[in-house]
């Protein structure tokens, strides 16, 4: 697998975007970072710069979309979601203003900034809010195709993309269609379900379960909210079991929604893979997902002890 940071096919997608006058593109600071620059150097005119200031970044990016604009703003992560949490709430949401807040550096890979900037609760966090669609693409490629289908979205949206590079997994130029799961591979004993970079890893964890004459399934499921149900009941439906695997904490993000999804309409053993109810901590990205347990042996354990519950 080729492995690309998601945040370069985001501004590339911005840069190609420049050409749809109702785009506006704004960052807070942070523009080299989350790629926003892209756009910025060919469009100069229609980016706004609003420097420290994400609270009002969310306030601007309002205005400009009640005002007919399609609005991308970026920062990271956890100043995305946790600064910007009432401004997003009020001024965005409740209104369903077309603001589509697009962050980079989630997740523990994150790395050596630490506790403060690992964002492991951001998924949790705008999927309670009402009227806000939350994506997870689990790719550079993906990224990019669903920056364009949010282009296209009426509506608010919120999308989550790591710092570090990500495996290549799907292939470039596929559409991106918001609110569909897509099956990754097919199995009969087991579903695992994957969002982000931990999609890649369900693929590796089931090439492991296969050694042990396990199949599994796997789903990607790059938009949280609102879930594909009918995948996951489908799925689950023919395996018996399943798997979730998020760089998230699993409290409210993916596997809290397909624990719902379950719980609704086919009850069946679950195991998540996710932070456990903790902060994260400095140090190098892979030792970090090793620690926390974002492997795809991890996953593979997983699947194991949901198969055995059959």
Partial sequence: MTDIPQRNYYGKALAELAADPRVVVMDADLAGSTKTSEFQKVCPERFVEVGIAEQNMIGIAAGLAA????????????????????????????PKLNVKICATHCGITVGEDGASHQALEDMAIMRSIPNMTVLCPADAYEAFAA?????????????RMGRADFPVITDEGEPFVIGKARIMREGTDVTLIGCGQMTALCLK????????????????????KPLDSA??????????????????????????????ALADSCPAPLERVGTMDTFGESGKPAELMAK???????????????????
Avoid at 240 to 248: D, F, L, S, Y
């Fill in 205 to 224: 964890a089931a090439d492991m379960l296969e050694a042990d004459g396990i199949s599994a399934e796997v789903l990607n499921i790059s938009t949280i």
């Fill in 292 to 310: 926390y347990g974002l492997t795809a042996e991890h996953i593979a354990d997983s699947a194991r002890k949901s198969v055995s519950r059959k």
């Fill in 147 to 159: 920056t364009k289908a949010l282009a296209e979205y009426d509506g608010p949206a919120y999308m």
């Fill in 231 to 260: 995948a996951v009941v489908a799925s689950v439906s023919k395996t018996g079991c399943c798997v979730t695997a998020e760089e998230h904490s699993i409290i409210g993000g993916l596997g809290s929604a397909v624990a719902e």
């Fill in 67 to 94: 005002s007919g604009k399609v609005v991308f703003a970026s920062t990271f992560g956890i100043f995305a979601t946790g600064r910007c949490w009432e401004q997003i709430r009020l001024a965005v949401a409740y």
